[in-house]
T-cell receptor, first 113, second 109 residues
């Protein structure tokens, strides 16, 4: 079974620039999550999709962050404009059945300078 | 407010020295408690799910237990390859997950 694919692995941008991350979940997984993990902290949920609908985006800073999941498969997370405090690892995860937890991708490490 | 606290923040063990990691939680309606392992530069890897007080799960040198207020991850005779950050997460109604900040475990040969 192929894992959750994320790209790019690393990204360095200047503040006020925009950036986009891509995620391809495990085939057949209906639920997709984007998490932000700041160094030394646990992951924090940004947005949860069920198929192509948003289930929870209560912690997504909507003035600068947006996410979409077209056709209920791949997803993109965008930040525009980026701030220094957005420096973190952005993790994508998917699940078929939440009783078995998520499968995480390796993440995209974003550095905003 | 839902809260998950892990302790200690960091733990150094000699190879073969058993110990326990703690995850205490305050949530409104626990649906499940999850343990993950995270290696540097990688996403968390699922280890266990526990659903009710008294439940235990084992995998190799790891054993997870659950009470009404906390969970323990026991590591028996650890090896250097067990070095990682161990995260716990609680699942609440609505399928939301809240993660703790993790325990960084280092096992010295």
């Amino acid at each position: 079974e192929a894992g959750v694919a994320q790209s790019p692995r690393y990204k360095i941008i200047e503040k006020r620039q925009s950036v986009a991350f891509w995620c391809n979940p495990i085939s057949g997984h209906a639920t997709l999550y984007w998490y932000q993990q700041i160094l030394g902290q646990g992951p924090k949920l940004l947005i949860q999709f069920q198929n192509n609908g948003v289930v929870d985006d209560s912690q997504l800073p909507k003035d600068r962050f947006s996410a979409e999941r077209l056709k209920g498969v791949d997803s993109t997370l965008k930040i525009q404009p980026a701030k220094l405090e957005d420096s973190a690892v952005y993790l994508c995860a998917s699940s078929q059945d939440s009783n078995y937890g998520y499968t995480f991708g390796s993440g995209t490490r974003l550095t905003v300078v | 407010e839902d809260q998950v606290t892990q302790s200690p923040e960091a733990l150094r063990l000699q190879e073969g020295e058993s110990s326990s990691l703690n995850c205490s939680y305050t949530v409104s309606g626990l649906r499940g408690l999850f343990w993950y392992r995270q290696d540097p530069g990688k996403g968390p890897e699922f280890l266990f799910t526990l659903y009710s007080a008294g439940e235990e799960k084992e995998k190799e040198r790891l054993k997870a237990t659950l009470t009404k207020k906390e969970s323990f991850l026991h590591i028996t005779a650890p090896k250097p390859e067990d070095s990682a950050t161990y995260l716990c997460a609680v699942q609440v109604p609505g399928n939301q997950f809240y993660f703790g900040t993790g325990t960084s475990l280092t096992v010295i040969p």
